[in-house]
């Protein structure tokens, strides 16, 4: 495995998080803190810088490399274009969705999925069906999350794991070289982005890793492995769906919970609108890093039962 690409892309990343936190540009409140301090909410655009390199120093010009790393470079954009500018949401939807579209219609993506303990899907229409529906669901899980520091990039410094450790035991080299990169961007992400934040990961860094999410399910051949670890992201978007009836944007549903005093509490007129965070004050109101340290808790719990799944899988 190359490292000039993963240390070239670490201290890109590093290096422009660095500035974005001491520029002071683009702010929003931390609603969580005492006096609602405003923080920059661009963090994506350290994960836009580090992409390039970990792509044009690999492996430029295979499907694989395209498709993992492309998909989160224009999401990322476009989230991160929404961040300062606040972009019409059907230009959002339609970039999102169309340029994997695209990319599957002209045969830059891969044509077969690989799902640990149930098979390979090949046909055409399902893996093509799969691959959207994928950035689809991955990108809005991970931005409907992004409301306590730090979670997002602690979660996607263990996600990552579960498919490295699938691909040195399958010797998997474009796997464990997907996971590795995928680890050390968010690593570096996490340390400005943990409590208390520097920055936020923003519209772009949650597309952004929405969409390596989902390029570490369609791409890595870990696909079980990859949905086990990431299921409080899943529990997460089965509570909204159903208790808001329908997929909506994070600015269209009624906040679930509200702050006072420092103290998050589940907000009861926010029309039935369940999600995790609210699921773990229910029973008592929490400070910010109490709810940090449940849900820390719960992808600590996923990763390890992603584990033992891999563990079955080479028993079988």
């Known amino acids: 495995m190359e490292l000039l690409p993963v240390i070239s892309a670490a201290a890109a990343e590093a290096v422009a998080l660095y500035l974005i936190a001491r520029c002071r540009c683009v702010l929003a409140p931390d609603i969580h803190k005492a ?35 492309s998909v989160p470079l224009v999401m ?41 303990l149930i098979g390979r899907f090949s046909d055409a229409l399902l893996v093509g069906a799969i691959t959207v529906a994928s950035y689809l669901i991955f990108s809005n899980a991970v931005n409907m999350l992004d409301v306590v520091n730090g979670v997002v990039p602690f979660s996607m410094s263990l996600i990552p794991l579960s498919s490295l450790v699938y691909g040195v035991v399958a010797g998997n ?53 990859v949905l086990m670890a990431a299921l ?23 906040r679930p919970t509200k702050v006072i005093n420092g103290l998050v509490y589940p907000n009861e007129n926010s029309r039935g609108v369940l999600t995790l965070v609210k699921s773990i004050v229910m029973d008592g109101p929490r400070d910010e890093w109490g709810i940090i340290k449940a849900i820390y808790a719960l992808f600590l719990a996923s990763f390890v039962l992603s584990l033992l799944t891999i563990y079955l899988w080479r028993l079988i």
């Open 232 to 254: 409080p992201y899943i529990i997460n978007g089965i509570l909204i769906i159903f208790s808001s009836r329908g997929i909506k944007g994070r600015d269209k549903l009624s």
């Open 173 to 225: 080299e474009t796997a464990v070289y997907l996971s590795i990169a995928s680890l050390v961007v968010s690593l570096v992400l996490f340390v400005f982005n943990a409590y208390p934040a520097k920055l936020f990961n923003g519209n772009g860094g949650t597309h952004v890793l929405g969409a390596i999410l989902s390029g570490l399910f369609l791409y890595t051949g870990a696909s079980t492995f």
């Open 76 to 116: 990322g954009v476009v989230g991160l274009l929404d961040d300062v500018y606040s972009i019409n949401e059907y230009v959002r939807v339609a970039v999102s969705l169309g340029y994997p579209v695209a990319l599957y219609a002209v045969g830059l993506m891969p044509k077969m999925i690989y799902v640990p």
């Open 35 to 69: 006096g609602q301090p405003r923080i920059p909410k661009i963090g994506g655009l350290g994960l836009i810088v580090a992409i390039p390199f970990l792509w044009l120093l690999w492996n430029p010009v295979s499907s694989v490399a395209v498709a993992f790393f």
